[in-house]
């Protein structure tokens, strides 16, 4: 029994080694692409991580609490400052350059006049959002790359926000603190790139603390760290499916909830968000709203209900309640909210199926991805593995399924 034991332990160090050394090679491979690219060393590097969201899904743009973790997959920059207007970014995972300028980035074109690819629409919203504050972005050139897989709801275009905000700062000659950069990271997701996206992604990028989960109250934007139980694994299970065209889906919700706000204020008239309605309340009231906003306002009044209970669970070691609340988020994502597949409701349904698993749901905005999974530390390494095979059995995907580190938020390196 207690050669098992240590087993696991000896499985769970090894998997935080190997993913010591990706990010090595990351760093190794951006910094020879630098070199090959412009010639000379890059002068700094810098990382951003995405993230996992734990409880409180679909809830920020609500004024909710949310309760992410940084996760140790992340963007790397490799960059140095250079003495021309335009800034050279080569993305390496899509082996694409652009060039654009203070100048040329309100209307979306690079320096050569040719349209902004969709990725370099996130350095460049950065870019505008910080000029926008009177803030300098010095050009630069940069070479990046992450080991945050792209839409699956980890929150990769977070990481290169902030990444990249870290950046500009450490050429800029301004610090900002980490919350403020994470706002004008969604301020250039929102207005700049087009996607009505919540403050959770950008913060936890920014604010992420190591070994630590963290409680955002929306409305407030005050936040404090939560321990999360020593015996207990997070695991992120990767579906690989990816749904396309699912900002519009996104929107959709949030004007859902922005409309039961509407209808809700002829009773209610001090409310100002969903955060503003109690569950008794809502029940009292939804038969007055038309089904598919009711469905949608359920989700987040009850979700907001059920983020409210993490902390006193948590902090009394009530992972069996804390993971029973996962597990209800999930059903209502699915049926409520509707943003849940396939692909997805398979992966949680096995997982609540294994030994070990608190709690099990889809992480993110949905619509494909990956799941979040709480379970017994000691039983992490066998999980991940009977998980996916029970997932590819059904659906014939292979997932990615891995045991993730709580992590620090977007840091120079050097
Ligand atoms: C996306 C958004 C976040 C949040 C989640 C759902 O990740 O970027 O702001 O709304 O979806 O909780």
Known sequence: MKRAVYQDEINIVNLH???????????????ATFQETFGSAPEHIVRAPGRVNLLG????????????????????????????????LVA???????SFTSQTIPSKTQADGSTLAEWALYPAGVMWSLNGEGLSTPALNAVFASDVPRGS????????????????????GWTLPPMKRALLGQKAENQYVGVNCGIMDQFASACGVDNKLLLLDCRSLEWKTIPLPE???????DTTVRRKLTTGEYNKRRFACEEA??????????????????????????????????????????????????????????????????NQCHVSLRDLYEVSCFELDVMV?????????????????????????????KEATTFAQTLAEGYESETGLKPEIYITRASNGAELLR
């Not at 709801?153 to 800029?172: C, D, H, I, K, N």
């Not at 015996?231 to 299970?237: F, K, L, M």
């Not at 698993?357 to 530390?377: H, K, M, P």
Request: charged residues 20%; contains cysteine; hydrophobic residues 45%.
């Open 153 to 172: 709801g980890l929150s990769s275009s977070a990481s290169v926000e902030m990444a990249f905000a870290v950046a500009w700062q450490t050429l800029g």
């Open 349 to 377: 349904r096995v997982a609540q199926s294994l030994k070990g698993c608190y709690g099990a749901r889809l992480t993110g905005a949905g619509f494909g991805g990956c799941t979040v999974n709480l379970v017994v530390r």
């Open 17 to 31: 080694i190997s993913c010591y050394n990706r990010h090595m090679q990351i760093i190794d491979h951006i910094t």
């Open 92 to 98: 390496v995972d899509m082996n694409q350059q652009a």
């Open 231 to 237: 015996d207990v694994s997070i695991v992120i299970a």
């Open 261 to 326: 706000v509407r209808l809700l204020k002829q009773d209610l008239p001090a409310i100002k968000s969903l955060r503003d309605v109690s569950v008794d309340e809502f029940n009292r009231l939804a038969g007055e709203l038309p089904d598919e906003v009711s469905k949608r306002a359920r989700h987040v009044v009850e979700e907001i209900e059920r983020s409210n209970q993490a902390e006193a669970l948590l902090e009394a070691g009530n992972v069996v309640h804390f993971g029973e609340l996962m």
């Open 57 to 88: 899904e679909h809830v920020d743009y609500n004024d909710g609490f949310v309760l992410p973790a940084a996760i140790d997959r992340a963007t790397y920059i490799a960059f140095s400052p250079r003495n021309t207007a335009h800034s050279t």
